[in-house]
């Protein structure tokens, strides 16, 4: 039974990361556009969703003038702690 739940937490972790990657991922690309007035609350979501998480990012990075580094750092530290919490409940 404990080992079913862990397994359940693995793939929660598992599947929560990838998700939020790919969120990462539709958020930046719509940064790069003007969506329609019918796809803004999408756009707003994926801003409310996004920003306050590179936001951190974007402290702790040195600025680069027009280049946001932030995104890319973010979905590597989102992967690596996945892979982490993974690996310690692999471990229990």
Partial sequence: MLLDAMGEIE???YVFSTVY???????????????????QPVQR???DVC???LRI???ILP??????LSP???IIAVEIVAQIVIRILNQL
């Fill in 72 to 74: 890319m750092v973010g």
């Fill in 11 to 13: 793939l929660f972790v």
């Fill in 51 to 53: 920003e306050p998480y």
């Fill in 21 to 39: 990657v790919i969120v990462l991922i539709a958020y930046i690309l719509t940064s790069w556009v003007k969506l329609p007035y019918s796809l």
């Fill in 63 to 68: 600025n680069f003038g027009p280049i946001d």
């Fill in 57 to 59: 990012w974007r402290r």
């Fill in 45 to 47: 979501f994926l801003y």
